[in-house]
């Protein structure tokens, strides 16, 4: 049976989830949903009972397309206040003819036996290679030969009160928590590539009221600053110049801005009643201005931020979060950074938005640490899939790529 995994992100504007199954080494997504957050403020949980409500609302909206209850997730989590660090382990090959799975993971077992996490809890542990009888490094060292396996292994952790708090809201909802990751881990795997592998880079993410910034070497995380500044920021900016409610503010934003106002139209007229109860006209030009403004604020702000954290060439730098959707971001991007930035582009069918790449990406970091351990995981029953087979959905205009027919192609085709 294929693997089918489920990824969360409790995000300070929404909740996002993605079910996706893993066939002939592609990801295909089965069904995502997005809905609006509440309780859940600058990444952190402020009312358990609003977040857990937020979360139900968008597991309903999954069981609805898939027909069961989903149980089991892998979280993505802020990477506010973490802490990275080096740690180094080995193992005795059990089989000299050939390296297995267990010994990969008693590798990374021995390297974090040591660790002294007081107030910190572990998210991730990602080696960074292995080497074979003190001779040979490489990535993935499954089936080769050897007597003992030494790995270096970069290790990541959070402030255990903040994280337990994402746990419970989770727990409350009815999920079981496999693993959890970073969302800028996940932001990587999205966009992850061979040729992204060997470069030293950057992935800049926008969130709602906080900008992300965080430094790759070959794939692995280094280094992680936080910004005070996101999306949130704009539609203050919004609702303060033109004294509007920031629920006004946001629909303008995301309906009637672009981020270039010279590509904005003068002869497109928004009206707006202000909180004085005025009758106005806004144009696209205008509020258009007021929206490069802050975003070129933001951009150059993690440009510094980028120069603070490491002095090595930076070869890509890739911008996401919902606000680099706006029409127009790129031409900003590339006045600020060049050509060496590019805004996030997903290609996956069911989440060709950005705000999805956490999501998505911690899927695929999942999956990617189970293929490494040579291990088999599945967040769906058999059950659950037996009841899949029995339910019937009739196609309609609206569904007509309908997910029960994906589901059942997928789990039956050879």
Do not use: W
Request: glycine residues 6%; proline residues 2%; aromatic residues 6%.
């Amino acid at each position: 049976m294929d693997n089918l995994y489920t990824g969360i992100d409790l995000g300070s504007n929404s909740i996002k989830v993605v079910v996706c199954e893993k066939k002939n080494d592609k990801f295909n997504v089965l069904a995502s949903t997005s809905v609006k957050a509440h309780g859940i403020k600058e990444g952190q949980i402020a009312d358990t009972k609003k977040a857990v409500s937020s979360v139900k609302e968008a597991l309903k909206n999954i069981e609805e397309m898939l027909g069961f209850k989903i149980t089991k997730v892998v979280a993505a989590v802020p990477p506010t206040n973490c802490y990275m660090d080096i740690v180094r382990g080995s193992s005795q090959v059990s089989d000299y003819n050939a390296i297995t799975g267990n010994d990969i993971s008693n590798a990374i077992m021995d390297a974090l036996k040591d660790l002294d996490l007081k107030d910190q809890e572990l998210v991730t542990s990602i080696p960074i290679s292995f080497t074979i009888d003190g001779k040979e490094e490489v990535k993935d060292p499954k089936k080769m030969r050897g007597s003992k396996l030494d790995t270096k292994v970069v290790i990541s952790t959070l402030e255990k009160e903040p994280l337990y708090r994402i746990l419970e809201v989770l727990k409350l909802s009815g999920l079981e928590t496999v693993d959890i990751a970073f969302t800028s881990t996940g932001d990587y795997y999205t966009v992850k590539s061979k040729k992204l592998d060997e470069l030293v880079g950057a992935i800049i993410d926008i969130g709602e009221h906080k900008t992300n910034v965080a430094i790759y070497n070959r794939g692995i995380q280094i280094k992680n600053a936080v910004i005070p500044v996101g999306s949130k920021n704009v539609d203050k900016d919004i609702s303060y110049i033109y004294k509007i409610s920031l629920k006004e503010s946001k629909k303008l934003k995301e309906t009637f801005a672009v981020a270039v106002s010279k590509n904005a139209d003068n002869t497109d007229v928004y009206k707006i009643t202000t909180e004085d109860n005025e009758d106005k006209e806004i144009t696209q030009v205008d509020i258009s201005k007021v929206v490069e403004a802050r975003i070129k604020e933001i951009l150059k702000l993690a440009k510094n931020e980028i120069k603070n954290l490491t002095n090595r060439e930076i070869r890509y730098i890739i911008i996401t979060g919902g606000l680099s959707e706006m029409a127009g971001f790129q031409s900003i991007v590339d006045d600020e950074f060049g050509f060496v930035a590019k805004v996030c582009n997903i290609q996956t069918i069911g989440v060709r938005h950005n705000k999805y790449s956490s999501a998505l990406g911690v899927v695929k970091y999942f999956d990617d640490k189970l293929t490494l351990r040579n291990k088999v995981f599945n967040m769906v029953d058999d059950q659950d899939i037996e009841s899949l087979i029995k339910k019937t959905k009739v196609p309609t205009a609206e569904n007509d790529e309908n997910i029960m027919n994906k589901l059942f192609r997928h789990f039956f085709d050879d």
